[in-house]
């Protein structure tokens, strides 16, 4: 008994949602590309690397918008709205270098977005990822311990928690 070829989409298909697919999102066999809109939450140090290198590799594959999120939670940016203060030369040295990261990943042909909130870390990346409709949340992990995590607090602890998007953790200094 001869065995029946499938397509690629004819296996495909018992996975994907009934809903009409965007175009833009659409690869040759008109499967819904997993990761539409990737957001990367920043400190802006040096350990972005990490997480810039591999999510522009995933955007590449998958002709994803990155949207490049840091947010500034010093007293000013948390006081900002309440007290109507001014930007303060912080949060103008984090946009300017949110703008010169997006700048070089737009240098590869990535389509890249830029984002700077004011306030507590983890409630900024999970309203941004709600308003924005992200498919990916990606971060950089220090590897703090149960001590350090007290001292420190847990922005990626709070944020796995309460988002049912995906989280793609990258320790820093890894390779």
């Keep these: 008994m001869p065995s029946t070829r499938l397509s690629a989409p004819d296996v495909l298909r018992p996975w994907l949602p009934s809903a009409k697919l965007p175009t833009r999102a659409e690869n040759q066999f008109n499967v819904r ?6 957001l990367v939450a920043l400190n ?19 002709a994803s918008e990155v949207i490049l999120l840091h947010v ?8 900002f709205d309440q007290l ?6 912080e949060m103008k040295e ?3 270098a949110l703008e010169r990261i997006a700048n070089s990943l ?20 999970l309203k941004c990822v709600g308003q924005l409709d992200c498919d990916l949340i990606a971060m950089t992990t220090h590897g703090h311990r149960f001590l350090g995590d007290l ?7 709070e944020v796995r928690h309460r988002t049912s998007v995906p989280v793609l ?5 890894g390779s």
Aim: charged share 25%; no cysteine; hydrophobic share 45%.
């Design 33 to 38: 590309v997993m990761y539409r809109k990737i």
């Design 44 to 62: 802006l140090t040096e350990e972005d690397r990490h997480v810039l290198d591999h999510v522009a590799q995933l955007a590449a594959h998958f």
């Design 72 to 79: 500034a939670d010093g007293w000013a940016a948390r006081n």
């Design 84 to 89: 109507k203060l001014a930007e303060s030369e």
């Design 94 to 96: 984090d946009r300017e």
């Design 106 to 125: 737009r240098a590869e042909g990535l389509t890249i977005s830029v984002l700077l909130a004011r306030g507590s870390p983890p409630e900024q990346i």
């Design 151 to 157: 001292i420190h607090g847990s922005t990626i602890a």
């Design 169 to 173: 953790l990258l320790r820093a200094g």
